[in-house]
């Protein structure tokens, strides 16, 4: 990269020129480079950065844009009930594909950043995987599916959501302890679990915890979801965490569900969320007990 490239003559100019000065302080002359390279370094990233953060930016500002002008269409569809709910949700799903499609263009010109720093190119892989992801355009998103950072709780479980449809576990392999424990460890699923769950805490690793919970309930793994679950609710203290394993603990795991997650749960596909029932707006008749006309 030539960020790093820059970095290190920099760093041989600080030591050649630190030499010229004490020939015979060979130890301040690598002391002097190391710190002529990380000075180099600090200088040429903080130099591209500003014109990334622009594009970034842009990226944010067009999503801000979507989610006020989301808003303000629920707020007219509420205002003014008995519309047909059905075709409004379509006409949000457009309008979020749209503009989502926008700010995935606009990635684009991000790309001249990554021969600077190769972080950069992972930053933007992490962002188109995780939009397309959010407008069902899944096939695109699995191009980034291993190119991308796992530090946002919200893109581990995109993530493990992904592969788990992409890459179901043998089940043949679950039936006894030696074949499951290695079958388990080597399932993608998991290894995208294991790096999720070791960059967050607390509140933040809920999600993660209860999706991958649930992969294990619907495989037949009750007690593999049982240890998790525990470890679960002894990390994070969420009370539907501790629903659940109730639930597990009383042999009840046809019961778990995240659904009080509402939306963050139903945004992974993993199960379609329950159809609202249309209100029914009943009529008074006048105060004679007539039909009203």
């Given at each position: 990269?030539?960020?790093?490239?820059?970095?290190?003559?920099?760093?041989?100019?600080?030591?050649?020129l630190?030499?010229?000065?004490?020939?015979?302080?060979?130890?301040?002359?690598?002391?002097?480079?190391?710190?002529?390279?990380?000075?180099?370094?600090?200088?040429?990233n903080?130099?591209?950065?500003?014109?990334?953060?622009?594009?970034?930016?842009?990226?944010?500002?067009?999503?801000?844009?979507?989610?006020?002008?989301?808003?303000?269409?629920?707020?007219?569809?509420?205002?003014?009930?008995?519309?047909?709910?059905?075709?409004?949700?379509?006409?949000?799903?457009?309008?979020?594909?749209?503009?989502?499609?926008?700010?995935?263009?606009?990635?684009?010109?991000?790309?001249?950043?990554?021969?600077?720093?190769?972080?950069?190119?992972?930053?933007?892989?992490?962002?188109?995987?995780?939009?397309?992801?959010?407008?069902?355009?899944?096939?695109?998103?699995?191009?980034?599916?291993?190119?991308?950072?796992?530090?946002?709780?919200?893109v581990?479980?995109?993530?493990?959501?992904?592969?788990?449809?992409?890459?179901?576990i043998?089940?043949?392999?679950?039936?006894?302890?030696?074949?499951k424990?290695?079958a388990?460890?080597?399932?993608?699923?998991?290894?995208?679990?294991?790096?999720?769950?070791?960059?967050?805490?607390?509140?933040?690793?809920?999600?993660?915890?209860?999706?991958?919970?649930?992969?294990?309930?619907?495989?037949?793994?009750?007690?593999?979801?049982?240890?998790?679950?525990?470890?679960?609710h002894?990390?994070?203290?969420?009370d539907?965490?501790?629903?659940?394993?109730?639930?597990?603990?009383?042999?009840?795991?046809?019961?778990y569900?995240?659904?009080?997650?509402g939306?963050?749960?139903?945004?992974?596909?993993?199960?379609?969320?329950?159809?609202?029932?249309?209100?029914?707006?009943?009529?008074?008749?006048?105060?004679?007990?007539?039909?009203?006309?």
């Amino acid at each position: 990269m030539i960020s790093i490239f820059i970095s290190l003559i920099g760093g041989i100019l600080c030591g050649t020129l630190y030499s010229l000065t004490d020939k015979d302080a060979s130890f301040g002359i690598y002391f002097c480079g190391i710190i002529g390279t990380a000075i180099t370094f600090y200088i040429v990233n903080k130099w591209k950065q500003k014109p990334l953060n622009v594009v970034m930016q842009r990226v944010q500002g067009r999503l801000m844009q979507l989610q006020e002008a989301q808003q303000k269409k629920v707020n007219h569809f509420q205002s003014r009930p008995g519309g047909n709910q059905a075709a409004f949700m379509k006409g949000l799903e457009k309008m979020q594909k749209e503009a989502t499609g926008e700010a995935i263009e606009m990635l684009k010109d991000a790309e001249p950043f990554y021969k600077w720093n190769f972080l950069i190119e992972k930053q933007v892989n992490t962002m188109r995987f995780q939009l397309n992801f959010q407008i069902k355009n899944l096939e695109e998103a699995d191009k980034y599916i291993d190119k991308i950072w796992l530090m946002d709780p919200s893109v581990a479980t995109m993530k493990m959501a992904r592969l788990y449809k992409k890459d179901p576990i043998d089940r043949s392999l679950l039936k006894d302890a030696a074949s499951k424990k290695k079958a388990l460890k080597n399932w993608s699923v998991t290894k995208a679990f294991n790096k999720g769950i070791g960059r967050v805490k607390g509140a933040n690793a809920v999600l993660i915890y209860s999706t991958y919970c649930w992969m294990l309930v619907k495989l037949g793994l009750v007690d593999e979801a049982l240890a998790l679950m525990t470890e679960a609710h002894k990390k994070t203290g969420d009370d539907i965490v501790a629903q659940n394993l109730d639930r597990l603990r009383n042999d009840k795991p046809n019961s778990y569900s995240n659904a009080k997650y509402g939306e963050r749960w139903y945004a992974l596909y993993l199960e379609e969320p329950p159809k609202q029932k249309p209100k029914v707006v009943r009529q008074k008749g006048n105060r004679q007990g007539g039909r009203p006309f």
